[in-house]
Structure formats: C-alpha cells, structure tokens
C-alpha cells in the first residue's frame, strides 16, 4: 500500500505569514493528489485536487504543487480563519496522510 | 444544494455489526458523475477511509477492512449505507459520508461534498 507522511506534523505560524505543508508518497502518484482543511468538530472541506487545482470557492491564498512523491500546501499569507488541521489524501487508495495542524503563534 | 446526513445507532456493542446509512438530498445518488463514500475519525486522530461505492454497486473498500466492511446503495430512496461487523473499542469513531466527483474537466477529484458526521461508540 502507498503511504502518504506529512511534515511538519504542527506548525505554528501568525497572521500573514506564508504557510507550507509538505506530503510525500511512499510511492509515485502521478498527480493523484487532494489537500483539505478540518475545523475541530467539522467535517473536512476539500481544498485541491489534482494536487494543484483549486476547488471551486476556495481562497486564491490557497495553492498546491508537486507531482510523483512529492506534493506542498500553501498559503500565502495566513488568516485567522486558516487555523485548522491540514490533510493529504492519495486519489488512487484514497489514503489520508496523519494531517498538520497549524495553530497560532 | 446536496446535502448529506447520516442516521444510525449511536451505541454498538463490541462484537455487533454497526449499521448506518447517509440520506442524500439535493440530488440523485444515480448520477454516473459521482462515488459515495464512507470516512471515519477516531477521537483525536486522523481520517481513514473506509470504502466507497458507485451508483452501479461497484465497491472499493480499504483492504484492511475489507472482511468486515459492506457497503450497498438503494437509489430508490436516494441513500447508500454502511455495515462493519465484528466492531471493537477501535471502531470508536466519528463517520462520515461524502462524495466523490468521478473527474472534473478531466482531473480526478477528491471528497468535494460531506455529511456532518455521526459519532458512533463502540462499548457494552
């Protein structure tokens, strides 16, 4: 099975600052790659797909790269509102990397 | 706008087979477009997921999970439902049900559509 690990495991960062979470693939994946964000007690909400498309409504702050094992989240300049877990998923075996939580400095 | 809910018990004794099932509304569940899948959180920790199905009946499940897991869909009531069998305390969990669009433009997408969640207890 492919895994999927997350760096760093927490982050933490202030408002406006540049944010990014790397996940890296046990295998290549090609670009088979989604990013969300989870509030506490919410449900997850899909950010990227593809590893760099934006989802529909989501912030322009909001970017992702890479292709085969290795894949990055950012944020451009951080808002209060972005303070939330952080997850990888691999869109083959649909695995969820461990997650990354960024909290406030 | 769909939306999705997921209903069943809240306790399920160790050993017993839990059942829920996630009420799709907004749309129809028999669009060729979409999967429909089922996502679980223990306290504290990350997501798994558990398996996904297609309006056709097709299943893909999480292999370590595969004995234990069925997943089936009744398009006449618009709702897709899942059962684990043979539970324990690390069964403990919030489930999700989400969807899943096939493609969109041509890249394959992730779980853009979610329920809120059901916390189900695994305890005697």
């Known amino acids: 099975d492919i895994q999927l690990t997350q760096s760093p495991s927490f982050l933490s960062a202030s408002v406006g600052d540049r944010v990014t979470i790397t996940c890296r693939a046990s295998?290549?994946?090609?670009?088979?790659l989604a990013w969300y964000q989870q509030k506490p007690g919410k449900a997850p909400k899909l950010l990227i797909y593809g590893a760099s498309t934006l989802q529909s409504g989501v912030p322009s702050r909001f970017s992702g790269s890479g292709s085969g094992t290795e894949f990055t989240l950012t944020i451009s300049s951080l808002q209060p509102e972005d303070f939330a877990t952080y997850y990888c998923?691999?869109?083959?075996?649909?695995?969820f990397g461990p997650g990354t939580k960024v909290d406030i400095k | 706008q769909l939306q999705l809910q997921e209903s069943g018990p809240g306790l399920v004794k160790p050993s017993e087979t839990l059942s829920l099932t996630c009420t799709v509304s907004?749309?129809?569940?028999?669009?060729?477009?979409?999967?429909w899948g089922w996502i679980r959180q223990p306290p504290g920790k990350g997501l798994e997921w558990i398996g996904t199905i297609y309006y056709s009946g097709s299943t893909y499940y999480k292999s370590s999970l595969k004995s234990r897991v069925t997943i089936s869909v009744d398009t006449s009531k618009n709702q897709f439902s899942l059962k684990l069998s043979s539970v324990t305390a690390s069964d403990t969990a919030v489930y999700y049900c989400?969807?899943?669009?096939?493609?969109?433009?041509?890249?394959?997408?992730?779980?853009?559509?979610w329920g809120q969640g059901t916390q189900v207890t695994v305890s005697s």
């Open positions: 295998q290549g994946i090609s670009s088979y």
């Open positions: 998923q691999q869109l083959n075996s649909l695995t």
């Open positions: 989400a969807r899943r669009i096939t493609m969109i433009r041509g890249v394959v997408s992730g779980f853009d559509t």
């Open positions: 907004g749309g129809s569940i028999s669009s060729r477009s979409y999967y």
